[in-house]
């Protein structure tokens, strides 16, 4: 059985005094500093995500630039914001081993590089590699880390703040649009990529503010959210059963090893201290050595915790409910994102440019989009409705406007129905809710890493595949009504989550029957 966002922090080595000893609530869980962590996520969703979808400027200088089709230089885009989105599991291993403000650090100067670099691209293939490669690695090495913090900082307003965060990727579309293309009039497309790589270092002062949570503090966050004795007794031993049989409990071997790494350590500084009256040289090895050996030991208990969760006996692909909502993934980003890629085309060939250029189609998707994710947010953190109902209803509001989209002729439809995708598609906000109740805290940097490496995928292949078919029937009809089948197919797998889950209890019920 997967492990609750009840399950984990609990300390296990006293069980009596969960429930008799009062704990205060940290002032930084759903407050205090909490909310800095926010307006991070926040900036991080203005500068990578709202760039991204800002990236049609950038386009239309390639293409003249250097006179490639546009499928080949559609291409370029279409990697920076798939790798963000595909590295997020191997974004989860410098997580485990470097944590989140130190991942997200190395990201901003990464994601910096892969936009100046790019200002002296020569051809499309050499933008391949600085801004697909380069700069996508660096937006996930970002991007990842900011949504998980917003999820280790909260607790009961979980949903409203990773709302407010990513309504940055609504605001940054507007912002990074507006100033892509004033710097491409004023200074040309590579000085405007420069600038660019410049700006995008405050990436780094983003990272800098994901202030880690204490093991302490966590362990309070998850106590405190507990206040009945019997649920408390309910989730620790549901979470004592959990972590026991995803082997977390074998503290012997752990103990072991880490009382001989702290050997090797313990010698190396007892050799440096008898290594006093030789040469600076020595000294100076012998510290190096003590570097060594504690990042060593720092990378393999990383990699440990990374492997355990994707291929170990705690992997998250046991999960056969998360493994539902990875397919799902794989289908649903790909929906969201055609639109902004064809819409324009659209318009052109239904002769409504001008209506478009006063208030475009793609900017309603942009600004409904922000009030979705708030309002989304705020209703799931309600007591009395289920995040998962918010989540289905916004999933089945949005493949209704996929389908129904090619069937609107006029401006004001076409506007009516990008408003409800723009609005449905603020369920994005409620992702992260959704997979840390589907795996706990413990896991939500790996499981949300999967996620949004299926995400990228759809991201990735999906508007380059509606422009295959287009080639083929001469239509963007045949685009949406494909995409919106797919998504249902992906709806269907979360529809019989529920079902796998109980599933999953009575056999759990069977095994403890039996022992």
């Not at 409910?321 to 994102?337: D, G, K, T």
């Not at 289920?386 to 002729?409: D, E, K, R, Y």
């Not at 439809?413 to 997979?435: D, E, K």
């Not at 009575?506 to 403890?512: A, G, M, P």
Request: proline share 3%.
């Amino acid at each position: 059985m997967y492990a609750s966002r009840e399950d984990i922090g609990y300390d296990f080595g006293d069980h009596s005094k969960v429930g008799s000893k009062p704990i205060k609530p940290n002032p930084n869980i759903d407050g205090g500093w909490a909310w800095m962590i926010v307006f991070s996520s926040f900036l991080v969703h203005i500068l990578i995500m709202g760039s991204q979808m800002a990236l049609g400027i950038l386009n239309m200088e390639w293409l003249e630039e250097f006179n490639q089709s546009r499928g080949l230089t559609a291409w370029v885009s279409s990697l920076s914001m798939g790798i963000t989105l595909i590295v997020g599991p191997f974004i989860g291993l410098f997580i485990s081993m470097c944590g989140c403000r130190t991942t997200a650090i190395i990201g901003g100067i990464l994601n910096a590089l892969g936009w100046i670099l790019s200002a002296y691209a020569s051809n499309v293939h050499y933008l391949f590699l600085t801004f697909g490669v380069t700069a996508g690695i660096g937006s996930g090495m970002v991007y990842l880390p900011a949504v998980v913090m917003v999820g280790q900082y909260f607790q009961n307003r979980r949903a409203l703040a990773q709302g407010l965060s990513t309504t940055g990727t609504g605001f940054g579309a507007f912002l990074m649009t507006a100033l892509l293309k004033y710097l491409c009039t004023e200074f040309g497309w590579r000085n405007a990529m420069f600038i660019q790589g410049a700006i995008s270092l405050n990436l780094c002062v983003c990272g800098a503010l994901m202030r880690p949570l204490s093991p302490k503090e966590l362990r309070e966050k998850y106590v405190v959210g507990n206040d009945s004795e019997e649920n408390q007794a309910k989730a620790l031993s549901q979470s004592t059963e959990t972590i026991k049989s995803n082997g977390v409990l074998g503290e012997e071997p752990e103990k072991k090893e880490e009382a001989a790494n702290e050997e090797v350590l313990g010698s190396v500084q007892h050799i440096e201290i008898g290594g006093k009256s030789g040469s600076e040289r020595s000294m100076y090895g012998l510290r190096l050595f003590k570097t060594v050996s504690q990042l060593t030991v720092t990378v393999r208990k990383g990699f440990a915790l990374w492997y355990s969760s994707y291929f170990g006996a705690a992997s998250l692909f046991t999960n056969r409910v998360f493994v539902a909502f990875i397919i799902w993934a794989l289908f649903a980003y790909s929906s969201f994102v055609i639109p902004f890629i064809h819409l324009p085309e659209i318009v052109k060939q239904y002769k409504l440019s001008r209506q478009d250029n006063v208030f475009p189609l793609t900017s309603i998707i942009a600004i409904v989009h922000i009030f979705g994710k708030v309002i989304l947010g705020i209703i799931s953190d309600l007591p009395c409705i289920s995040t998962w109902n918010v989540f289905l209803m916004a999933n089945f509001t949005l493949v209704t406007c996929i389908l129904t989209l090619p069937l609107m002729q006029t401006y004001i439809g076409l506007a009516v129905v990008c408003a409800l995708i723009g609005f449905s598609s603020g369920y994005f906000s409620l992702m992260p809710v959704v997979t840390e109740d589907l795996v706990g805290t413990k896991h939500l940097a790996n499981a949300y890493g999967i996620i949004i490496c299926a995400n990228g995928i759809s991201a990735l292949f999906g508007p380059p595949f509606a422009g295959w078919i287009y080639d083929i029937t001469q239509k963007y009809d045949f685009s949406f009504y494909i995409a919106g089948l797919l998504y249902m197919v992906g709806i269907i797998f979360l529809l019989i989550q529920p079902c796998i889950q109980k599933k999953q209890s009575r056999e759990k019920s069977t095994e403890e029957a039996q022992v």
